[in-house]
DNA sequence: GCAAAAGTGTTAACTGTACACCCATGT
DNA sequence: ACATGGGTGTACAGTTAACACTTTTGC
């Protein structure tokens, strides 16, 4: 009590690193700015929290009005940034969502908005460029050890079409196949039955797969101390 | 646009999540509370963002002034709650941390705080059950592929203490040979020269060990898909 | 000497990478 | 037929759990 009311308040944002694979390219969904501060620079997309609202529902009613994204295969919190210097001119708490896109979706963007790859992204403003560095560092972990790949790929693929999306977004090569072993072994794909329609240029036709779920799975919960038969 | 700033603003928070091996048990630090909401239950320590602080200084704040703990080994942010009802008086946007306090670490606690059995919790306020859940599960997902041992652990340890103290955090047996031999096949451990003193009864004196590095290091960053040789 | 606790050697299971080989199709 | 890309079999390496065995102490 005694000074009753004294608790400061803040201003509170979503910010969304929407990731898609394009033209076989990890790329960030970026707005460039046009006024001040950073006006020029690029930005991911976000939105100031409103007052009845949940920070996953800002983040998904900013994705869905702004872009045309309302096909959001996944989403997950990231973090929170309160550094009080990182909007210069009005403190602003963000809080940062991961956001998957299906690399099959293309959505109407706006003129002022842009798939930029994630390697080489423009000027960004804000901390802008450390929330990108944290999203993809969660991506490539979390594609290690669950069924994130669901996100980032199409209903249903070849093995060979699979790889290069696990290779762009892991940054190198990926043998496809060991992919589809582990995959498989995991209980994370499954054979359609059908064939993809050939290319030209013969080739045994690739069998088609999916993922056997849809949302976030743990395939592979420990890394090590796992705990083993004996030690229930 | 349009109305000019009629950009909500929301009361923040910083809640901690301390964990401590007390007695072979995990216990969390939680504080009884004296006034409504939730008056009776307990609750995870917290205080209010101030104007010109970061979220981290915050909690490390609030744990160093009310409690005695200025000694807290790691500190990393979990997550952000902004459930609109979540306090049921006044909304509050909550940013939770994960700490962790040496064993032999034993600070003066206030009249209305103590140590809890993480494992069964008292009617706890707010969302706070479901926060220590989550702290719980990322403890031990972390547990399992870094360091982060050493935020629990005392300066210097046996094997067999160390085995008391993963198996209290995990919530399960722990064999003290292989943990040992993983811990230090990753480079983790190393032998100090000493040995602990005896505790009578007989036995081969243990030989003493301690963390290679005191801040947290990713040991097993790949939980599988991982690089290999060949693809550089 | 004997019990007790610590530490080591060894084996087997599992997982994942590398690579050779076989399969199915278009031209 | 043959080239081309898809898919499988197999060997090998690394990691970890399980457990028997040895070592070092107190009594």
Redo the contacts between chains.
Sequence with gaps: MARSNA??????EAVAVVFKITDGELTVLVWQRARDPYAGAWALPSG?????????ACVARHLATKADLDEIAHLE?L??R???GRDPFQ?T?A?AYLGLVQSTADPQLPQNAAWHRADRLPEMAFDHASVVASAIERLQ?K???SNLGFGLAPDEFTIAQLRDI?AAA?G????ATN?QR?LQRRGQLEPTGRTAPSRGGGGRPAALFRFTERRLAIT????????GDR??
């Design positions: 608790v400061p308040t803040f201003r509170h100031p929290l409103e007052k009845d609202e949940t920070l996953g919190q973090e929170t309160s550094a009080p403190r708490i809080t972990r594609l290690s050890y696990y892991l190198r090569e990926v043998s992919l582990v592979d919960p420990f890394a090590a101390l796992r705990p030690t229930v």
